[in-house]
């Protein structure tokens, strides 16, 4: 495997082992994490069809096999997808998470989304 860093900001990196072979596509987009059926508020900072990369925002520090993540598109309230994820590893508040039973219109509405998120919503924010 190889090794490589996620530049998250000039304070703060998270390392890795390589894992993914879906591309990722770096995003700002807002999302829920259902833990225990309480919404936590998240931040999307990569994406793919398999899985991505969320910085909790707000929320308890808990870790569960799997839960449901809630991801839009800023401009497009509706309709939200809802899938089922799975994390794989965990670094501060960085979580990577692997999309697990995901359905055909799943991988639809996800495709749709991934196509949708422009260089505006892509644009990371300073967490100085």
Not at 49 to 63: E, K, Q, S, Y
Not at 80 to 106: I, K, M, N, T
Request: proline letters at 7%; hydrophobic letters at 40%.
């Amino acid at each position: 495997m190889q090794r490589n860093l996620i530049q998250v900001s000039a304070r703060h990196e998270v390392s890795r082992s390589e894992r993914r072979t879906a591309r990722r596509k770096p995003v700002r987009l807002f999302c829920n994490q259902y833990i225990d059926g309480s919404p936590i508020l998240g931040e999307a900072w990569e994406i793919s069809m398999t899985g991505v990369l969320v910085r909790r925002v707000n929320g308890p520090d808990l870790d569960r096999a799997c839960y449901a993540i809630e991801i839009g598109h800023p401009t497009e309230p509706l309709p939200r997808l809802w899938l089922c994820a799975s994390p794989v590893w965990r670094q501060g508040e960085f979580e990577a998470l692997r999309f697990v039973g995901l359905a055909p219109q799943d991988r639809l509405q996800l495709a749709h989304l991934l196509g949708r998120v422009d260089v505006a919503t892509s644009e990371r924010p300073s967490l100085a």
